[in-house]
C-alpha cells in the first residue's frame, strides 16, 4: 500500500494490526491520546523514525518509502517545495 500522509500512515497501521480505536492505538504505542488526535486533524506529523517503527510494526514491504512520505510531507507544510518533490520521487 502506497503512504503518502500521516493520517494515511495512521489508519493503514491500524488495519495492519487490526485495532479500531485510536485510543487503542496510543495505549498499545505509548504516545499520548492527544498526539494520535493532532495526528489526526493535521496538526502534527511522525516524526521519521516513528513513521519507520510503525511500518517495520506493521510490516509493511517499503518502511524507507513511508519514511520518504513523511518526509515530505513535513516539507510541504514548511513551504519547501522542492525539497519536497525529491522526497515525493523516493517514496514514488
Known sequence: MKISNSIE???WFKESVDIDSDYSLAKLL??????ISK???G???????KALE?????KHPEP?????AIEAEREERAGN???AKIWREQAA
Open 9 to 11: 500512515l495512521l489508519d
Open 30 to 35: 505509548g504516545f499520548s491520546r492527544q498526539y
Open 39 to 41: 495526528v489526526r486533524n
Open 43 to 49: 496538526r502534527a506529523v511522525f516524526s521519521d523514525f
Open 54 to 58: 510503525l511500518a517495520i510494526l506493521g
Open 64 to 68: 524507507l518509502k513511508v519514511v520518504a
Open 81 to 83: 517545495h522542492e525539497k
